[in-house]
């Protein structure tokens, strides 16, 4: 069973910055970010196997990365606007994982706790 920790979550004005991070217990072949606003299902933010993947609305905004020493994967959210405001979960996929089941929750095997992300206008 991997444990995922996520932080880094908090409360900034629109336009500005914050960078999450997610800590597994241990490697991961895919990690991903997704997050759920208050009366919205869950969407999918961004994953990191070989290569990044991004939804269509934060990319130039967001970027992910990983720590491979660490079994760490971050979250950089820059220009964020008020409709980021949810609650960011991270992901872990053991196995291979790719293409369009990336995106999708059900493909992840592992889920954080989510850390709360509140952009104010």
């Known amino acids: 069973q991997v444990q995922l920790v996520e932080s880094g979550g908090g409360s900034v004005q629109a336009g500005g910055s914050l960078r999450l991070t997610c800590a597994a217990s241990d490697s991961n072949y895919a990690m991903g970010w997704f997050r759920q606003a208050p009366g919205k299902e869950r969407e999918f933010v961004a994953a990191i196997t070989w290569s990044t993947y991004y939804a269509d609305f934060v990319k130039g905004r967001f970027s992910i990365s990983r720590d491979n020493a660490k079994n760490a994967v971050h979250l950089q959210m820059n220009s964020l606007k008020p409709e980021d405001t949810a609650v960011y979960y991270c992901?872990?996929?053991?196995?291979?994982?790719?293409?369009?089941?990336?995106?999708?929750?059900?493909?992840?095997?592992?889920w954080g706790q989510g850390t709360q992300v509140t952009v104010s206008s």
């Open positions: 992901a872990a996929k053991s196995g291979p994982l790719s293409g369009r089941l990336l995106a999708a929750g059900l493909s992840y095997d592992y």
